[in-house]
């Protein structure tokens, strides 16, 4: 099998849900750092486009999205198992995030530089606004603590589905983790009136993030360029089709489809500085385009 190629970086909270789920199965991986922010010329040769942080390489297989890296994942590793909970990622995800974007860039705004507000806009389709942010805050923090509420609720155990992790763990974990890690000096304000949360967030840490291995990014382009893809086809293979995200991030990847199901369409496409490699997508939050 190959190794596993994360391509991430530090601060990524959806990098640290992946993160998280090596270190509970503790697993050993490469680990490519990319930029926070376009361009990210080292990481275009494999997507084909696709922006978002992170993206997983085993091979010549490119995943993309937190929902398909966890689930190959556990397809390739599955003890301990994880299991599935897409509901909760959605959640956390995207009502969860966004209340948590709007609490961490209220604080912190004014200190990024323009070139992370230019491109978050153009990522977002909408602006950057610090004094809007700044203006919301009070409603934003009443959201996030809306949703900190729920897991605060639902830790009857050391976890959030008995006394071992599972994958709700790592998706609801994402949003609490970045507010400890991105704002400092105002977490343990928002974190004070949940003490389930708090300890079981100390729990989740000591998973630690497996055995990671720095690994320069030219060498995982050479690795997919010496791989083959080990995705079997299907019926609608070689249909030409373009995907996108549909919330932000919407840059549209092209190529002909390998396989397509329920929970994952694979395309094949190809580039000069990796070969032919083939780029895996969710269905869910996902558009399919026929080119």
Not at 23 to 36: F, Q, T
Not at 140 to 168: K, M, T, Y
Request: one cysteine or more.
């Amino acid at each position: 099998m190959a190794e596993i190629i994360f391509h991430h970086y530090p601060a990524s909270p959806f990098s640290e849900k992946v993160r998280v789920a090596f270190g509970i199965k503790g697993l050993a991986w490469r680990s490519v750092e990319i930029p926070n922010m376009m361009p990210k010329p080292d990481l275009m040769p494999l997507t084909g486009g696709y922006r978002k942080t992170p993206v997983m390489q085993i091979g010549a297989d490119v995943f993309c999205d937190t929902q398909v890296i966890l689930r190959e994942i556990e397809r390739l590793h599955p003890k301990p198992a994880l299991g599935p909970d897409y509901a909760l990622a959605f959640w956390s995800d995207k009502p969860f995030f966004m209340s948590s974007v709007a609490v961490v860039f209220a604080e912190v705004g004014d200190m990024v530089p323009e070139a992370f507000r230019q491109d978050r806009a153009k990522m977002s389709g909408g602006t950057f606004s610090v004094d809007a942010l700044k203006a919301a805050a009070p409603f934003a923090r009443d959201q996030w603590r809306a949703h900190a509420d729920f897991v605060e609720e639902s830790l009857s155990a050391a976890f959030l589905s008995g006394e071992a992790p599972r994958a709700a763990d790592i998706h609801a974990y994402m949003n609490f983790w970045w507010i400890k890690a991105a704002i400092p000096h105002i977490a343990p304000q928002l974190l004070e009136p949940l003490p389930k949360v708090r300890a079981w967030m100390e729990r989740m840490a000591a998973f630690g993030h497996g055995k990671p291995q720095a690994m320069e990014a030219k060498d995982a382009l050479d690795a997919a360029k010496a791989a083959t893809s080990t995705a079997v086809p299907g019926a609608e293979a070689g249909t030409k089709v373009t995907v996108a995200a549909d919330d932000y991030g919407r840059d549209p990847v092209a190529g002909e489809i390998v396989f397509a199901n329920a929970h994952e369409i694979a395309i094949r496409r190809r580039d000069d500085q990796v070969g032919e490699v083939v780029v895996h997508f969710p269905r869910a939050g996902f558009t399919v385009l026929k080119a």
